[in-house]
């Protein structure tokens, strides 16, 4: 009997799945037409060579795992040198960040692009993706491109990791002497240049660095380390170089010491103030990706700021610093759906082991397994159709805080999930509790956050059969869709994961 009642089970949940995928794809599509940017770059244009070759033959960087010929991309590497400026404040550095600042002392830089773009040049939407590549585990590691790159492959964006900082200039020399011998970064306070200049040299030489594309908009991006710097390079030096035409920040803080200063030892010290907001003066949009870590542990709430023409701040709820998709599922997924159940069934079964190649890292309890990876792609999406259309997406809901007791803390629905803000499926039709906050051991952990997976007891309590569970999910994942916080491919990818889950069995 039970045999009968899974495969009459399955035919119903696949035509309930076939037509919430034919609902999102036809309801949540947006086509658009590339702008041009609101004010010429006025960066300096540095000189290309590449593409890169020699010494061991590999990119030195933490990315996705796959060959990218595997998703019809192609994966490059190109030297950029030429001389980068450090800043100083020419007034008071307060938080609305509404700076003057001005070219301080030179160097002389080489540092390096990874470039991966669309094999058939048919398939490029005009959209550049630069990221400012993470160095807080002491390598460049493309942080967003791991979390994002579903979204950018299937919309044909093309994508530039820069290594914009001294730590992943050195240890791509470190790990590739001959390769990378022709390196040479003078230190941080000259980042914020480096960054303007390789994305000048994206548009000056684009026929090099995107073999023959042609790019029409240029998106700067950085997650948590390199969305402090980002941070103030929004505030300070893009007002300035003009360099990109929107800014998205994932998860940065609000205060000391997860903020960037704008120039440091050995050059003069300019730190800059808790708090710093972005300044709203800006001509390009900004969109803030936040998490429950972000928010409380890194100190964002210090930070928060209301919507305006040219920023939007995006709340996550059940999401931390770090996730089970970023390690281990995203740097292996393809696309083709199967990272999509991998990372639901981290949702029943998640791992405390963040990096499954270094199993001697591990956490006390087991790490976040939300779903900040799908709302990122969404907002990608949505702050391309605002620089690129001027639409900006609508103001979203921000997660509910109290501050009963003196000190702020998220307020839990019954099943233990934080209230409002961006909501998925996995909170909305949750099968586990999941925070960005509570896990305790080592700093490295604490940003992982953690998940409770619920009982079998409870499970049942709430889904009396597979074919309810699947049908509240796909209902909580089209809200999601319809508020363009998850992209349509996704959403459907999503009702299927479920689908073949075991829930409610």
Not at 136 to 150: E, F, K, M, S, Y
Not at 360 to 378: D, F, K, M, R, W
Request: charged share 15%; net charge negative.
């Amino acid at each position: 009997m039970k045999t009968k009642r899974r495969r009459s089970v399955r035919i119903s949940l696949t035509r309930l799945v076939a037509s919430a995928a034919a609902f999102l794809f036809a309801a949540a599509g947006v086509s658009y037409a590339a702008g041009e940017p609101a004010v010429a770059s006025s960066a300096a244009s540095p000189v290309v060579t590449g593409p890169v070759t020699g010494g061991a033959g590999a990119v030195q960087m933490y990315g996705t795992a796959f060959d990218p010929a595997q998703v019809g991309y192609e994966q490059s590497e190109y030297f950029v040198s030429g001389t980068a400026s450090s800043y100083t404040a020419v007034n008071s550095l307060t938080t609305d960040g509404r700076w003057s600042v001005a070219p301080a002392s030179t160097a002389a830089y080489t540092t390096r692009l990874v470039v991966d773009r669309p094999k058939d040049p048919r398939r490029f939407n005009g959209t550049v993706v630069v990221e400012w590549l993470n160095v807080t585990g002491g390598l460049d590691v493309a942080t967003a491109w791991i979390q994002a790159h579903n979204e950018l492959v299937r919309e044909g964006y093309a994508w530039v990791g820069v290594s914009a900082q001294a730590v992943g200039v050195n240890a791509a020399k470190t790990a590739d002497p001959t390769r990378y011998a022709a390196l040479s970064h003078p230190g941080d306070s000259y980042s914020y240049d480096i960054f303007s200049q390789a994305g000048q040299a994206v548009r000056d030489s684009a026929a090099t660095v995107l073999g023959g594309l042609r790019p029409r908009s240029l998106m700067a991006i950085g997650e948590s380390q390199s969305a402090f710097r980002l941070t103030t390079y929004a505030d300070a030096v893009q007002p300035l170089a003009h360099a990109y035409d929107g800014i998205l920040l994932e998860s940065r803080g609000g205060v000391a010491p997860v903020m960037a200063p704008l120039s440091q030892a050995p050059q003069a010290d300019v730190p800059v103030p808790d708090g710093l907001l972005i300044r709203t003066d800006l001509q390009v949009p900004v969109l803030t990706f936040e998490t429950e870590t972000d928010l409380l542990d890194l100190g964002y709430l210090a930070a928060r700021q209301p919507d305006s023409a040219r920023f939007r701040l995006w709340e996550v709820a059940g999401t931390a610093h770090a996730d089970t998709y970023i390690t281990p599922v995203g740097p292996t997924d393809t696309g083709d759906g199967q990272g999509d159940v991998a990372a639901f069934n981290t949702l029943i079964d998640p791992p405390a082991t963040p990096d499954p190649t270094h199993p001697q890292v591990s956490c006390p309890t087991p790490i976040n397994a939300g779903q900040a990876h799908y709302v990122l792609e969404g907002a990608v999406h949505a702050l391309n159709t605002w620089m690129t259309t001027g639409a900006a997406p609508a103001p979203a809901p921000r997660l509910e805080i109290t501050t009963t007791g003196g000190t702020p803390a998220f307020v839990l629905d019954a099943n233990g999930n934080v209230k409002g803000g961006i909501r998925t499926p996995s909170v909305d039709t949750p099968v586990a509790t999941l925070s960005g906050l509570g896990q305790e051991g080592s700093f490295y952990c604490t940003l992982f956050g953690t998940t409770v997976p619920f009982s079998a007891a409870k499970l049942a309590e709430l889904y009396p059969s597979h074919a309810q569970f699947v049908a509240n999910w796909a209902a909580s994942t089209t809200r999601a869709a319809l508020a363009g916080y998850i992209r349509p491919a996704d959403a459907a990818a999503l009702v299927k994961a479920a689908a073949t889950s075991t829930v409610g069995d």
